[in-house]
């Protein structure tokens, strides 16, 4: 069996205390983050028409995606907060501008940062589900952690059938590398994705 890919930078717990300050924060970015997926998943599968593995793999991972919003947005309007205006999201960003230069297939690219995403919220989530304070929140994050482990998996598979061998973990290899910079470099902010600085 194939091996997958694995994250070149550990969050340190000490992340987990510092996002606990602002949890209505942490819910609402998180809240977005699973919107987000899942409706890129439908815009992907409606491109993607002529595969019918891929078709079924992506109207799972969106259905999964809505229900884990649905979720999360009823634990943050429980606790008396609200679904925050949208933002663009700095990590996506940076990782999608700092790997262009050296980009061939940009679908490949697509995939490959989905597959960071699903690998960096399931890193936390990890680390949520053991050292948050909060009972509530701490079982929110383990119920989701193993459906993002699959999520991640997926992508990477993706990949993989989208590509020749040597050229497909190569360019695995290049964005891991990539995603360990940018997320040690990134500023820490009261959202899933952030920095630690
Ligand atoms: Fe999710
Ligand atoms: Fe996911």
């Given at each position: 069996m194939m091996s997958y890919p694995e994250l070149r930078y550990a969050t340190p717990p000490e992340w987990v205390a510092r996002i606990e300050e602002r949890p209505l924060e942490l819910l609402s970015d998180h809240a977005h983050n699973e919107l987000k997926a899942a409706a890129t998943a439908q815009a992907w599968l409606l491109k993607n028409t002529d595969k019918p593995r891929l078709v079924l793999e992506l109207s799972k991972l969106a259905s999964e995606e809505v229900e884990h919003f649905d979720r999360v947005i009823r634990l943050l309007y429980s606790r008396g907060g609200e679904l925050q205006p949208i933002d663009n999201n700095p990590y996506a960003a940076e990782l999608l501008s700092r790997s262009?230069?050296?980009?061939?297939d940009p679908f490949v690219d697509r995939l490959l940062v989905a597959a960071l995403i699903e690998a960096r919220s399931c890193e936390r989530f990890v680390l949520l589900g053991e050292y948050l304070r909060d009972p509530e929140l701490r079982q929110l994050y383990r119920d989701l952690t193993p459906c993002e482990m699959e999520h991640k998996d997926l992508f990477v598979d993706l990949v993989r059938e989208s590509l020749p061998a040597g050229e497909a973990d190569s360019r695995i290899e290049q964005l891991f590398d990539l995603e360990g910079q940018v997320v040690a470099e990134l500023p820490f902010a009261y959202r899933m994705h952030s920095g630690i600085n």
């Open positions: 262009a230069g050296t980009r061939k």
